[in-house]
């Protein structure tokens, strides 16, 4: 299996421009998992899906941030307008219930 | 919400040392996890525990849930060791859960 695939691996944007980000997870796995990273704040949950359903989404920062799972082999998180504070590596993970997380290569985001 | 400490924030050993980090948490779990983080950025989960003790190569494990305590040990260190460990347990302590995440140990081992 290729692992979690996310893309792109690098985004530089303007400020108020649309970002999205797209993972695949595993296959199999049932479990999709939003992180993301700074320096400040470290790793951070920001949502997370089961069986491609929103189970929890306490840690979407606001409204600017949405994520969606069409189905099991897709999902984006999308920021809309994107801003400086929203810079960082957003990572993705999937997992098998009560299994081991299996984290992407994360996509460093980049806001002018 | 769990929440998570990790110690040392930072730890430089010498080739061949005996390594220990540690982490706490503050909510029951049903297992917790130890991650470790390369300076390319990438990460691999190390280890899931829920009891007891795990060892693969020179890496160990244990968790003592009564005192809600686990540690991580590398035997025999080498440079390659090099990373950033981080301890990370289910969010709100249930077992299918998003990760909360300790601030990680930069690990730094010279020849």
């Known amino acids: 299996d290729a692992g979690v695939i996310q893309s792109p691996r690098h985004e530089v944007t303007e400020m108020g421009q649309e970002v999205t980000l797209r993972c695949k997870p595993i296959s199999g796995h049932d479990y999709l998992f939003w992180y993301r990273q700074t320096m400040m704040r470290g790793l951070e949950l920001l949502i997370y899906f089961n069986n491609n359903v929103p189970i929890d989404d306490s840690g979407m920062p606001e409204d600017r941030f949405s994520a969606k799972m069409p189905n099991a082999s897709f999902s984006t998180l999308k920021i809309q307008p994107s801003e400086p504070r929203d810079s960082a590596v957003y990572f993705c993970a999937s997992s098998r219930v009560v299994e081991t997380q299996y984290f992407g290569p994360g996509t460093r985001l980049l806001v002018l | 919400k769990n929440e998570v400490e990790q110690s040392p924030q930072n730890l430089t050993a010498q080739e061949g040392e005996f390594i220990t980090i540690n982490c706490s948490y503050s909510v029951g779990i049903s297992a917790l996890h130890w991650l470790q983080q390369h300076p390319g950025g990438g990460i691999v989960s190390l280890f899931m525990?829920?009891?007891g003790k795990k060892k693969h190569g020179r890496l160990i494990a244990t968790i003592n849930i009564q005192e809600k305590h686990s540690s991580l040990h590398i035997t025999a260190s080498h440079p390659r060791d090099s990373a950033v460990y981080i301890c990370a347990v289910p969010y709100s302590g249930g077992g299918a859960d998003g990760l909360t995440f300790g601030k990680g140990t930069h690990l730094i081992i010279q020849p």
């Open positions: 525990l829920s009891s």
